[in-house]
């Protein structure tokens, strides 16, 4: 019978942990069976809970993580904490740490249910991956990680409802990234003449848009990592994000910087490159935009610039937006598209937030 009580246990409390557990408190009020009870919250210095797994009032517990005392189990002790539950656990990983990534296993094989918006456990390396999914399949614990990939745009559910529906996948293509899509939609625009490169990179910081060091987005890793994760759904046993070719847009030149600030500052020696490469775009009537690419049949994948006509849904995207087109045999010519907002905490929590329901249904 249905679990009537449902404990979760949330590590990480940053941008996108604040706002999940604003949508927590909000799903527990509109949804009263099960009742879900907040049991553990950690950041890498400080946690909530108490020994006999009494619930942690939600509302107040960013306050009350704040002002406590306690410091987080260990990570491999969060597991046995974890095990002795009296009712099913969810964890909810909030971080992007590949030390709590690499535990997956553990609490899975435990009956812990993970979901997570973090990328590092599903693009590491595919031993992980395949450890992760065996664990669960042998304790029937469920693990979702819808916002790895577009925040909480529906990717990964439409990808996993195409292929078991039987539709055949070809190809996926698109901009997977909300820092390079409002870096290319200001420096080359469908209409009028667009920003240089630098500023525009300097922008997207001031914006927030950036990592704190811009080149954590402009090296493509990020985008690597969600490819990797769709190419492995789609069924390419993808080895890790540095098994297929990813164009950087840092100069080789800057590499060595020590700093983003010193990499801001060199940054606009290098406008040239990046106005060649517009305008070699511009002279065959395109523009240029960073996406990746997955042909499913020749098992490719990669990551880097490529133009598109200004008509194509690619091109004519909107600050910092994604956008995601599904070719399938069932779909044709005239993919199927998937396109919003694909960062912000609002928007990643609400993928982990649903990832949480479907666990739910199913425990
Ligand atoms: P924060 O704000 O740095 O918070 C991290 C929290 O984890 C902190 O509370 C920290 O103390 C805790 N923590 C770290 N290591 C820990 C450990 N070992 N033990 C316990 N606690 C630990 O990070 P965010 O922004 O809240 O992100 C959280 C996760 O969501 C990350 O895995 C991130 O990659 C993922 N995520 C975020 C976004 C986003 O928009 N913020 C997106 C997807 C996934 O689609 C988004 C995206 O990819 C944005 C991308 N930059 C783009 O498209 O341009």
């Known amino acids: 019978s249905p679990a009537s009580q449902v404990n979760i246990a949330v590590i990480g409390a940053g941008g996108v942990g604040k706002c999940f557990l604003s949508q927590l408190q909000g799903l527990a009020a509109r949804k009263p069976s099960p009742k879900l009870n907040l049991v553990y919250i950690a950041t890498s210095r400080k946690a909530v809970y108490n020994d006999n797994f009494a619930p942690i009032d939600v509302g107040s517990a960013i306050d009350t993580l704040a002002s406590s005392s306690k410091t987080p189990h260990a990570l491999p002790a969060t597991v046995d904490y974890l095990s002795g539950s ?19 296993p553990s609490f899975l094989r435990k009956g812990i249910s993970v979901v997570t918006p973090n990328k590092k456990a599903f693009s590491g390396s595919y031993k992980l991956w395949q450890e992760i ?72 910081q001031s914006l ?3 990592e704190p060091d811009p080149r954590d987005d402009l090296n493509g890793l990020d985008v690597a990592r969600k490819l990797t994760i769709l190419a492995r759904i789609a069924g390419i046993p993808v080895e890790s994000p540095e098994s297929f070719p990813v164009q950087s847009l840092i100069p080789k030149e800057l590499e060595s910087c020590s700093s983003g600030d010193e990499f801001l500052k060199k940054l606009p020696e290098f406008d040239s490159q990046m106005e ?47 956008i995601i087109n599904f070719y399938t045999e069932r779909y044709g010519s005239n993919p199927l598209i998937v396109q919003g907002a694909g960062a912000g905490g609002d928007v990643t929590a609400m993928g982990v937030t649903g990832d949480l329901l479907k666990v739910l249904r199913q425990i």
């Open 86 to 104: 009296p009712h099913p656990v969810v964890l909810v990983d909030n971080t992007s740490s590949q030390d709590v990534a690499d535990l997956y």
């Open 276 to 322: 060649e490469v517009k305008a070699e775009a511009e002279k065959a009537g395109k523009v240029v935009r960073f996406v990746g690419s997955i042909d499913v049949g020749s098992k490719s994948v990669k990551v880097g610039l490529e133009k598109f006509d200004a008509s194509h849904p690619i091109a004519a995207l909107q600050g910092s937006d994604n």
């Open 133 to 204: 999914f065996s664990a669960a399949s042998s304790s029937g614990a469920k693990v979702y990680h819808e916002s790895s990939v577009g925040a909480g745009l529906p990717v990964i559910s439409t990808l996993n409802e195409l292929i078991d529906t039987g539709d055949k996948v070809t190809k996926i293509e698109g901009v997977f990234s909300g820092t390079m899509s409002f870096l290319f939609n200001s420096f080359a625009p469908v209409a009028g003449q667009g920003g240089k490169w630098s500023a525009e990179v300097k922008k997207a």
């Open 208 to 210: 927030g848009y950036t």
